[in-house]
């Protein structure tokens, strides 16, 4: 029933969204599909232990932040299933507030995002619940308002206390200065390199091993058994997407063209964004712009890679504001053009590449055959 379903809401929206037509009611449809395939999931590889963690409250399985949410739906004697639907919820909603904010015609980027990494966000749901947070406190990085950025900072410190490793993102708010300085960009190349030969050297692993259990060990003693992991090669895959990943968005913020007809813009807005950015065509602009230097730090992740390949989710909380990006600069360009046609079709099949990577490669047909075949509303 549920692939049947999924497939019908798919194949509406992909005709839709060819055709360029923007409805709420198609749009309303696959956020529901989202959300049902999500929050009413009762079987996938991670969901015995959220399920456990939930039941009996053990001091410690989780981040605070979650562990707060857990005991605040237990007060209320909500069971487990509740608790996912609810977050679920509001996951998507606050996912579903920036992809507004920037685009009018969203169906494009459900459509990509279910592609990948939507099936991983339904089995971990406590990561998409903390990526949800940070997607939704981006467009604060918009605004040289002090405000707003210490509103980012509040937001990804709440992500960070549902999923620890967010705590690399709050960095983020310096961007906006890195931009400015072409020594600081020195520095952010010269770091990255650095880093990079560190991880390719055993004794420069070890002195980052150290460092981890240094700084974060001491709060989380799962980071001690992480420090002491190293994976064989397979950074190499991981290293080649977030390479890939950076020309994509390099590519795109040389080719986008500002809309002139602002007319067929969304002016919708946040009230906290500075009024100089509701003109749609700078927000878009100064989006796109950012997205491409968070993709530059995300070459910090490198060393990360080589210990765990969990630490790819870094990676992969980043892809939904990718994926805006791909929309917003495959819009902007000419019709029926070469470069659109071009740009458009490597952004799918590199979408497409994503998912049978990091999850048909993986996992095999263990994630797709749990999300489909068991939840409690499409049976």
Not at 156 to 172: C, E, G, K, M
């Amino acid at each position: 029933m549920s692939i049947l379903v999924t497939i019908f809401i798919y194949f509406v929206n992909v005709v839709n969204s060819i055709f360029k037509k923007h409805s709420k009611i198609l749009t309303l449809f696959i956020l529901l599909l989202l959300w049902i395939l999500m929050g009413a999931n009762t079987q996938n590889p991670d969901i015995y232990a959220y399920q456990m963690g939930y039941s009996y409250l053990i001091p410690g399985s989780f981040e605070f932040g979650y562990m707060f949410l857990e005991r605040i739906f237990n007060f209320f004697n909500f069971d487990y299933s509740t608790f996912r639907m609810i977050i679920s919820l509001v996951g998507i909603l606050l996912i579903h507030h920036t992809v507004k904010l920037l685009i009018k015609n969203q169906s494009p980027f459900y459509l990509l995002y279910f592609i990948y990494p939507f099936l991983m966000d339904v089995v971990q749901i406590r990561n998409f619940l903390a990526m949800a947070i940070f997607i939704f406190a981006i467009p604060f990085l918009l605004s040289e308002n002090i405000k707003d950025i210490i509103k980012y900072i509040l937001l990804v410190l709440i992500a960070a206390s549902i999923q620890v490793t967010f705590v690399v993102y709050i960095p983020l708010f310096i961007i906006p200065k890195i931009k400015k300085t072409v020594f600081l960009k020195f520095l952010i190349g010269i770091g990255i390199i650095f880093l990079v030969l560190i991880a390719l050297n055993q004794s420069g692993l070890n002195l980052i091993s150290q460092l981890m259990i240094n700084t974060i060990g001491s709060f989380d003693d799962e980071v001690l058994t992480i420090a002491y992991k190293q994976t064989n090669l397979g950074f190499i895959l991981f290293w080649a997407i977030q390479s890939v990943n950076f020309i994509l968005l390099y590519w795109a913020n040389k080719n986008y063209i500002p809309s002139k007809n602002n007319k067929k813009i969304n002016k919708w807005a946040v009230s906290s964004i500075n009024p100089s950015l509701i003109e749609c065509n700078s927000l878009q602009f100064k989006y796109i712009d950012l997205i491409f230097w968070i993709n530059v730090y995300a070459f910090l992740f490198l060393p990360l890679y080589v210990f765990w390949s969990t630490f790819s989710r870094l990676m992969r909380n980043i892809i939904p504001l990718n994926l805006l990006v791909y929309i917003i600069v495959g819009k902007s360009l000419p019709p029926r053009s070469i470069k659109k046609i071009g740009f458009i079709s490597i952004c799918i099949t590199y979408n497409c590449i994503l998912f049978f990577i990091e999850i048909y490669m993986l996992y095999g047909e263990s994630i797709i055959n749990s999300i489909f075949k068991y939840n409690y509303i499409f049976g």
